[in-house]
């Protein structure tokens, strides 16, 4: 049986962070998966996450099974950071999910079962993850124009146009805020255009936020999603907890399914814990409990947004230094736009070549591209960066 399997294609962040392990340069640069790290090139544990961990490992007295849809009060604080107020509690389907990645499998199995003849808009660019699931799924996908390279902003003209061939029943992909892998986010008004157009044709509205504190802040943030939620009558809403909470391999995440009409949550609900069931049975609940734990008791919850602002403003400060270094040694603002940008990423508009040429000849690591994380820089890297940029002619 196995002689009839095929080469699959290599995941190219995941291949490109095994290529810097591999490198034996000792200045080499790590620009390219998208893991926060410190100064040091460390991906530290918060604080109060540890601190969460060390209370449950004495309070924890059993580890038997949670329930299908995980821990309701990991749902229940999740709802509240990514949603707020914007929509009441019963109107929100959900479950824990093995990390963001994992609610957005099951959102997408959940639109196959509901209706097999959606497709699904992503845009020009999304993460590869994205692309290669829908894939995998068999699920029609159309690219809408997103990124405009000349300004590194949106292309928000040519998005609204392509979106304008969703038929009703479709659903758009949107990242919640820090979109990946450019960088480059929509505007309020912005928004508000997309959700009017949505509304218009019947589309669902989907939403992956895994950056949330990592922008303009954990409520700024969330404002799009929250914008999204109340002003479309269905919602998906897949959140990951692996970069602000900083429990990448704990794999938590959440999806949310949101719906105005209050009598489509219970066979919502029972069909989000059906596909938990039919994909992995009960979702991981370490990485749940310690969001859950962190989230509702005061000083962890006040001990872990601080440090999330630390991680913010660090990557604001390395993004204006960037960008300031560049426009000092180029002499133009061509890379003005990094300053702009939020979140761990952007994409700097170079060519593939280019990007070789970095990783051959300076050791920085880049996606093909052009997308680099902004927290594998630190201050003494920058003005490193800035100058690899320059000599090789981008
Ligand atoms: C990324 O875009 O680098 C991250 O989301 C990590 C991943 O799984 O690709």
């Known amino acids: 049986m196995f002689e009839h399997l095929n080469e699959q294609p290599k995941d190219k962040i995941l291949a490109l962070m095994q290529a810097f392990k591999d490198d034996p340069r000792e200045d080499k640069i790590d620009l390219g998966v998208g893991v926060y790290k410190n100064a040091e090139g460390v991906t530290p544990i918060m604080r109060a996450v540890k601190q969460a961990e060390r209370q449950w490992w004495e309070q924890e007295t059993t580890k038997a099974y949670t329930g299908l849809a995980g821990d309701p009060a990991f749902s229940d604080a999740m709802i509240g950071l990514v949603l707020g107020d914007a929509v009441a509690r019963d109107q929100v389907a959900a479950v824990a999910t093995p990390g963001g990645t994992g609610a957005v499998r099951q959102a997408f199995d959940l639109i196959r079962m509901a209706n097999p003849s959606a497709r699904v808009f992503v845009s020009d660019p999304t993460w590869p993850n994205h692309l290669s699931i829908l894939k995998h799924m068999a699920i029609e996908t ?79 943030d969330a404002a799009a999603t929250r914008m999204v939620a109340s002003g479309c009558p269905e919602v998906l809403i897949a959140a990951s907890c692996s970069k602000n909470f900083g429990i990448y391999r704990e794999r938590t995440g959440l999806l949310m399914a949101v719906a105005q009409e209050r009598g489509l949550h219970a066979v919502t609900q029972g069909n989000l814990a059906y596909l938990n069931r039919q994909n992995y049975s009960f979702p991981p609940d370490h990485g749940a409990r310690m969001v859950s734990l962190v989230l509702t008791d005061d000083a962890l919850r006040v001990d872990w947004q601080a440090e999330l602002e630390d991680v913010r403003n660090g990557m604001l400060a390395l993004r204006e230094q960037l960008s300031s270094e560049l426009r000092r040694l180029s002499g133009s603002d061509r890379y003005g736009f990094i300053a702009q940008h939020r979140g761990m990423f952007s994409r700097l508009g170079l060519s593939p070549e280019i990007v070789e040429r970095l990783r051959a000849e300076h050791g ?30 981008a």
């Not at 480059?184 to 255009?193: F, K, S, V, Y």
């Not at 690591?365 to 002619?393: F, H, W």
């Open 142 to 220: 159309v690219m809408y124009r997103y990124f405009d390279a000349e300004s590194g902003g949106v292309d928000f003209a040519g998005m609204m146009e392509d979106l304008g061939q969703m038929r009703a029943g479709d659903v758009v992909l949107l990242h919640g805020c820090c979109h990946n892998p450019t960088g480059a986010n929509l505007t309020g008004p912005e928004w508000q255009a997309v959700i009017d157009l949505v509304n218009a044709k019947g589309v669902v509205p989907m939403i992956d936020i895994a950056y949330q504190g990592f922008g303009d802040g954990l409520e700024a």
């Open 364 to 393: 920085i690591y880049m996606v093909g591209d052009s997308r680099i994380n902004i927290a594998g820089l630190n201050r003494d890297t920058v003005p490193k960066l800035a100058q690899a940029i320059i000599e090789v002619g």
